[in-house]
């Protein structure tokens, strides 16, 4: 170990947006370490910052287009020029042609064809049209780019149908949140205390807000006292901050609590210690999954949270933010608090745990 080789992990989501994504990426960072690599990390605030971002797909291409970017970002260059191997956790960034995306395709086209790397695209989804459609035209520049990669592993099966439609081999792993929950002996359920506790989404269009109030209101009927968690490391999402004091300003429910947070440990036993549990969050409804906590969920702004129940074969399914969804909600929670609910057993957790370990079996 006394010449380890070095890792560039980029996009990385520890200091960002919520505990889920603090575990799925400190899992990826231990593993690399265990594996013999000492880490440099790029924050996914630095990847959809970059600048210039191209502007159409020749540019992609256009080697006068990359001395400016090099010469913009010296010290990215140097990052990616002395590293050995380079590790993308895309989770959840690359779907359509937003900023975000566009830089996050044009580096790790950067330190394929400019630098000769290495490059491993890990624990992510990928839907270049925001469906299930497969990448053409305009997103044609999704297929450019991957096929350069050395490995691919998607979190669910969804993204590896798109990406098999065009000829691009992907290897269907899985999220690397439970591995992390695991590894910390977090995935045993507590006492349910009798709460429901929620969250919110990516977007929260006015359909799901209204559902939510909907929701509230009946838990408040039902004297069921709510909980709604936030936190993160650090930058924590400023919109669920809004989305829980317009709930806490709008419903009927003055008594639900706020609960922000303050370790990964903390956040979790949220999940351990709930009766049940909704929201639209990825993330967090992977952490109910591993923990066993009962729950439901609305999709999330891509379909990556039911592709994620389908590829572990979930009895779960996302609910429709209508009628016939909150009377299903409705039926979930009675029967979870009369605890008539099974909790998701051993085998679940087990698969994806399996699908989590896939991310690293070439690093």
């Known amino acids: 170990m006394i010449d380890k080789k070095k890792a560039l992990l980029i996009n990385f989501t520890a200091d960002a947006y919520h505990w889920g994504c603090y575990g799925t990426s400190m899992e990826i960072y231990d593993t690399l370490i265990e594996s013999g690599y000492f880490i440099e990390t790029r924050s996914v605030y630095e990847v959809h910052t970059l600048k210039p971002t191209p502007q159409n797909n020749k540019e992609f291409n256009d080697n006068n287009f990359f001395k400016k970017y090099s010469e913009e970002n010296q010290d990215l260059c140097r990052s990616i020029k002395n590293s050995d191997i380079i590790v993308i956790n895309a989770e959840g960034?690359?779907?359509g042609l937003?900023?975000?995306p566009i830089n996050l395709l044009?580096?790790?086209l950067v330190c394929k064809k400019y630098f000769k790397k290495v490059v491993h695209l890990i624990n992510f989804s990928c839907f270049p049209n925001g469906d299930n459609t497969a990448p053409k035209d305009h997103t044609a520049i999704y297929i450019d780019v991957l096929k350069m990669l050395d490995n691919i592993v998607v979190r669910e099966i969804f993204s590896e149908n798109i990406l098999k439609e065009v000829g691009i081999k992907a290897t269907s792993g899985f999220d690397c949140l439970p591995r992390y929950l695991f590894r910390y002996n977090l995935t045993g359920r507590m006492k349910p205390n009798g709460c429901v506790l929620l969250s919110g989404?990516?977007?929260?269009?006015?359909?799901y807000v209204s559902f939510y109030m909907k929701f509230i209101n009946w838990l408040h009927s039902k004297d069921i006292p709510v909980r709604f968690l936030l936190g993160a490391k650090s930058d924590p999402d400023e919109a669920e901050y809004?989305?829980?004091h317009y709930l806490k300003q709008a419903s009927k429910h003055k008594d639900m609590t706020l609960v922000e947070a303050k370790s990964f440990k903390s956040w979790t036993d949220e999940f351990r210690?709930?009766?049940f549990f909704f929201s639209a969050r990825f993330h967090h409804t992977i952490a109910a999954l591993s923990i066993g906590t009962p729950f439901a969920v609305l999709p999330s702004n891509t379909q990556k949270i039911s592709a994620m129940l389908n590829t572990i074969g979930s009895t779960v399914t996302c609910l429709s933010p209508d009628e016939d969804g909150f009377t299903k909600l409705q039926d979930?929670?009675?029967?979870?608090l009369n605890e008539n609910l099974e909790s998701q057993n051993g085998e679940i957790l087990e698969k994806m745990i399996e699908g989590a370990k896939k991310n690293f079996n070439n690093i």
């Open 93 to 95: 960034t690359l779907h």
């Open 98 to 100: 937003a900023k975000g």
């Open 106 to 108: 044009y580096l790790m």
């Open 201 to 207: 989404g990516v977007k929260m269009p006015e359909e």
């Open 242 to 244: 809004k989305f829980w």
């Open 273 to 275: 210690s709930a009766t």
């Open 332 to 336: 979930l929670v009675n029967n979870g």
